[in-house]
C-alpha cells in the first residue's frame, strides 16, 4: 500500500512568493495532521483534520498559513507570503480514527524561503 | 497542556551493545498513548513502538523495548544490540486517548535524542 504522498519533496522559493504544500494520505484514513520541524522549535502541531474537517488550527503560526482538505484524498498547506522563517520541514500524516493507532508520516517537504 | 521532555540531545554507544534513551512527560490524563518515532538522516519518520498507558506489561519489538513507569511518567527507550541502521534521531510521544479536539487528537513531540552508533 502507498504510504503519505507528499510533493514537493524540496523547494526553494523567494520571500513573498505564496508556497502549496501538498498531501494525500494514506486510503481509509480518516485524520490527517500537518506538523512542521525546525531547528529551535521541533516538531509541531500545525492543524489536524477529521473527515475533511478542521478539528484545530490553533498551531498554525498566523495568518500567513491557511490549510485545506476539499475531499478524503486530498490536502494544502499554503503560505502566503512567504517569509524567511517559515524554512523548515513540513510533515504531513495521517491515521485511521483510534488514538492508539499508528500515525503515518510523508517523508516531508523542505522550504527554504530566501 | 501535556509536555514531552527528552533530556540527552545526543547518545554515542559502540555498536552491538545497549544504550537507554529517556524521556518523561507531564500529562493530567489517564488514558493515553505513548511512542517512540525515528527519523533516520532522510527525514522520514518511522514508528518504533507504542506502549498504552493502562497496560502494566512493557512494549517490545524484536531488540526495541521500554520501561514504562506511569506513576513517575517516565518511558524510557532500549535499543539492544545496536547497529549502524539504527543511528537516527529519536523521538519521544504522546497522545491522549480521548477524542476532546484541540489539538488532543495529535502528537506531542519531545525534542529528540540523537542517538551514535560507534563502529
Known amino acids: 500500500d502507498a504510504g503519505v504522498i507528499q510533493s514537493p519533496r524540496h523547494e526553494v522559493t523567494e520571500m513573498g512568493q505564496e508556497v502549496t504544500l501538498r498531501c494525500k494520505p494514506i486510503?481509509?484514513?480518516?485524520?490527517l495532521f500537518w506538523y512542521r520541524q525546525t531547528m529551535m522549535r521541533g516538531l509541531e502541531l500545525l492543524i489536524y483534520f477529521n473527515n475533511n474537517v478542521p478539528i484545530d488550527d490553533s498551531g498554525m503560526p498566523e495568518d500567513r498559513f491557511s490549510a485545506k482538505m476539499p475531499n478524503a484524498s486530498f490536502s494544502t498547506l499554503k503560505i502566503q507570503p512567504s517569509e524567511p522563517r517559515d524554512s523548515a520541514v513540513y510533515f504531513c500524516?495521517?491515521?485511521?480514527?483510534?488514538?492508539?493507532?499508528?500515525?503515518?508520516f510523508g517523508e516531508g517537504s523542505w522550504l527554504t524561503v530566501v | 497542556a501535556q509536555t514531552v521532555t527528552q533530556s540527552q540531545p545526543e547518545m554515542s554507544v559502540q555498536e552491538a551493545e545497549t544504550v537507554t534513551l529517556s524521556c518523561t512527560y507531564d500529562t493530567s490524563e489517564s488514558d493515553y498513548y505513548l511512542f517512540w518515532y525515528k527519523q533516520p538522516p532522510s527525514r522520514q519518520m518511522i514508528l518504533v513502538i507504542r506502549q498504552e498507558a493502562y497496560k502494566q506489561q512493557n512494549a517490545t519489538e524484536n531488540r526495541f523495548s521500554v520501561n514504562f513507569q506511569k506513576a513517575a511518567k517516565s518511558f524510557s527507550l532500549k535499543i539492544s544490540d545496536s547497529q549502524l541502521g539504527d543511528a537516527a534521531m529519536y523521538f519521544c510521544?504522546?497522545?491522549?486517548?480521548?477524542?476532546?479536539?484541540?489539538?488532543?487528537?495529535?502528537?506531542?513531540f519531545g525534542k529528540g535524542t540523537h542517538l551514535i552508533i560507534q563502529p
Open positions: 486510503s481509509g484514513h480518516d485524520y
Open positions: 500524516a495521517s491515521t485511521r480514527g483510534g488514538p492508539g493507532n499508528t500515525i503515518y
Open positions: 510521544a504522546y497522545r491522549a486517548g480521548g477524542f476532546s479536539g484541540g489539538g488532543a487528537d495529535g502528537l506531542t
